[in-house]
């Protein structure tokens, strides 16, 4: 079993930032591509940003593409996404994911929830205007 858990989330300000984590256990953290993903209330769960599991490949939804970076670090089994130029739209719930299917340590995973096998419990992100 894997678990999950994103911390990180909270109020800001519109054009601020935040950082959010994500530990992981259970697992070879290093053996999981990694994902973030986010739903607003009302809206269909979308995909943020993945990370390869070297870390070394990374894509990003065209929303956030040079606002936010992913990033990961394999010997403290978390991923993190820094969130900067925050916009309101960017308000939702975030949540991290792990994919364990992808045997490559340079594939990033895609923008399809189904993609993941785990998830953690989210975190709120609120950007007032």
């Known amino acids: 079993q894997v678990q999950l858990v994103e911390s990180g989330g909270g109020l800001v300000q519109a054009g601020g930032s935040l950082r959010l984590s994500c530990a992981a256990s259970?697992?070879?953290?290093?053996?999981?591509?990694m994902g973030w993903f986010r739903q607003a209330p009302g809206k269909e769960r979308e995909f943020v940003a993945a990370i390869s599991r070297s870390g070394g490949s990374t894509h990003y939804a065209d929303s956030v593409n040079g606002r936010f970076t992913i990033s990961r670090d394999n010997t403290r089994n978390t991923v993190s996404l820094q969130m900067s130029s925050l916009k309101p739209e960017d308000s939702a719930v975030y949540y991290c994911?792990?994919?364990?299917?992808?045997?490559?340590?340079?594939?990033?995973?895609?923008?399809?929830?189904?993609?993941?096998?785990?998830w953690g419990q989210g975190t709120q992100v609120t950007v007032s205007s």
């Open positions: 259970g697992r070879t953290f290093s053996s999981a591509a």
């Open positions: 994911a792990a994919a364990f299917k992808i045997l490559s340590t340079v594939v990033v995973p895609g923008a399809t929830p189904s993609e993941y096998g785990y």
